[in-house]
């Protein structure tokens, strides 16, 4: 269990040092408010003030745990990719071949999604605050941390154990990973639970070539 | 050819009316400098001042042809969804099977990508904008217009040739259509044409069963 998965700190708590038992869901409550607030007001229109107020605690307590606005951001930003990439790792290291590895990997967002959707929803709005905010140039993980790097893992597992038919491009796979990330973390505010599931459903039959019925006059189909 | 193809207008016209014949450019050319303002410092934080001097206009000019900030947003969205839906209409509608109708929607992406990024990413952007400022609630085109209502012809279209499989839940191909278009759209910005011309490769591969090598101990392959 990890800071980013737990419930927010309950009720208020206006003066001094909590106490250390305490610290990790405080700061989990902290970064919980951060993804909320700048996902909803974005970077520029949010202020320590107002995520302290979302938390529950004074701005005093805030900076407690980090030094400035631009730190409490990357706070959240490597938070948020540490506890999908947690939860991806666990669902996909369990799965055999690469079908149900893909399926496990969408698994892991849509069930994030259901459990805080902040958290699924804040990692594509971060992409968009850090290239509208010079001061935020290194909040995001670098290619080789976050999620960039677990896709690079997945794939490159995926290569491991020859599971590409041959010609693939791995940096198209991964590619494609980001952008199924990014459309879902786009679209994680909908409330449209159902609609996911189907999804899902359908990248299941189309990872596995069972999306459209056999017909072979189909001129565009590879291979 | 629509507005939203046209380059921006060059050269500013600083007096008066523009002649009629220069009416759709200009036009053309204020919601292509909507679309970038808005893209890079959000809707809050853009001026219709800005935008006017980013087409090379005055603010005066720009309200010959809005009444105001929130105006000019849903003319543009209303705009880029009308540009992009012409440009997957017309390549999905010469395509023969549903491999090559899917791979067709989502070329059309990648060459508007390179034709004006600030199209595409605006799409995604546009979403973001509008959950953020209330006065924005109706400047998204409802679900029968627009790209949703493109999804939904695309996927009944495939209904009808009886293209899925049995089983296929309509709604969850529309999701999907709409996750990808999300996540292309935030991605739009990274200038990674390599990459993206990778995924499509690895996307035809998917939908026509063949980017895998095909081993039948993969428990997750529905069917």
Chains 1, 2 share one sequence.
């Not at 666990?90 to 590895?101: D, E, F, L, Q, T």
């Not at 041959?166 to 494609?176: A, F």
Request: with cysteine; glycine share 10%; aromatic share 6%.
């Amino acid at each position: 269990m990890t800071a980013g998965a737990q419930a927010p700190a309950t009720g208020p708590r206006r003066r001094g040092r909590p106490p250390a038992q305490r610290s990790e869901e405080t700061h989990a409550a902290i970064l919980r408010a951060a993804r909320v607030c700048f996902s909803k007001r974005g970077y520029a229109g949010t202020s320590v003030a107002q995520i302290a107020h979302e938390a529950g605690l004074t701005s005093r307590a805030v900076y407690h745990y980090v030094d400035s606005k631009p730190a409490l951001f990357a706070d959240a930003v490597a938070g948020a990719h540490r506890r999908v990439g947690e939860e991806i790792m666990s669902r996909v290291a369990g799965r055999r071949g690469p079908r149900a590895a893909l399926r496990a990997w969408i698994e892991a967002f849509l069930v994030l999604f259901e459990e805080d959707p902040s958290l699924v929803q804040f990692l594509g709005l971060a992409v968009v605050e850090a290239e509208r905010n010079p001061e935020l140039i290194d909040a995001l993980p670098d290619r080789d941390a976050g999620l960039s790097a677990l896709n690079h893992w997945f794939v490159e597992r995926a290569v491991h154990y020859g599971e590409f038919a041959p010609g693939v491009d791995p940096d198209g796979v991964i590619t494609l990973l980001e952008v199924f990330a990014a459309g879902l973390s786009l679209l994680a505010s909908d409330g449209r639970e159902r609609d996911h599931r189907a999804m899902l459903d359908v990248l299941g039959r189309l990872a596995a070539g069972h999306l459209f019925t056999d017909r072979r006059e189909d001129g565009a189909a590879p291979g």
